[in-house]
């Protein structure tokens, strides 16, 4: 499990429980006390949790990793094609699809930790910066468009291609390419249908 992943297991068990034990989170989560210790850090630095004896008890419920709409467009994220951004200071922001996570990834350059996806075949979380997309392709899966779908391996995407059209481009060709069509000044919006 990514610690990415790892720490929105633990904020999904503490909404469910609302005052846990440590002992409790590290056995759940198959790790160290330590590790849970690490990863509620920040959640206690933004006021989300409190520290009580032997665990943490919620505080409130809004939190920046469950605002429900994108980061980018305000869409409400779909947990298949969302796109998650890990930032310098431990915030996530979400972005309900590939389209527009690469768009935010590139206006947070040098500010990203690290990017994940969900490839769109099998659902793995995979890292963004190792992708495959594919770039508007003819079927449409319900997101913004132009649309951008990801992929775990080049083959897979490549099969894709060959059977729905777009276009196969590594991490670094998706931004540049997608920029390029939605204009690289101001965000003008996306497109949904």
Same mark, same amino acid.
């Given at each position: ?19 846990? =034990? ?18 509620? =850090? ?19 419920? =809004? ?12 869409? =409400? ?117």
């Amino acid at each position: 499990m990514l610690p990415t992943e790892r720490r929105e297991r633990l904020r999904e068990l503490i909404r469910e429980g609302h005052h846990v =034990k440590i002992s409790d989170l590290s056995r759940a989560l198959g790790v160290s006390e330590m590790t849970i210790y690490r990863d509620l =850090k920040p959640m206690l630095e933004e006021g989300w949790v409190k520290k009580t004896y032997g665990g943490v008890t919620l505080v409130r419920e =809004k939190s920046p990793a469950a605002d429900p709409s994108c980061v980018y467009c305000g869409r =409400k994220p779909d947990s298949r094609l969302a796109y998650r951004l890990v930032l310098q200071d431990q915030q996530t922001e979400t972005a309900c699809c590939c389209h527009c996570g690469l768009l935010r990834h590139s206006q947070m350059e040098g500010q990203v930790v690290q990017a994940i996806c969900q490839d769109f075949i099998n659902q793995l979380t995979i890292s963004a910066l190792r992708a495959w997309y594919v770039l508007n392709p003819e079927v449409y899966v319900g997101c913004c468009r132009p649309q951008v779908l990801s992929f775990e391996q080049r083959e897979v995407a490549g099969r894709f291609v060959r059977g729905f059209g777009g276009a196969l481009l590594s991490f670094p060709e998706a931004i540049q390419q997608l920029t390029q069509l939605m204009g690289q000044e101001k965000h003008r919006g996306c497109e949904h249908s």
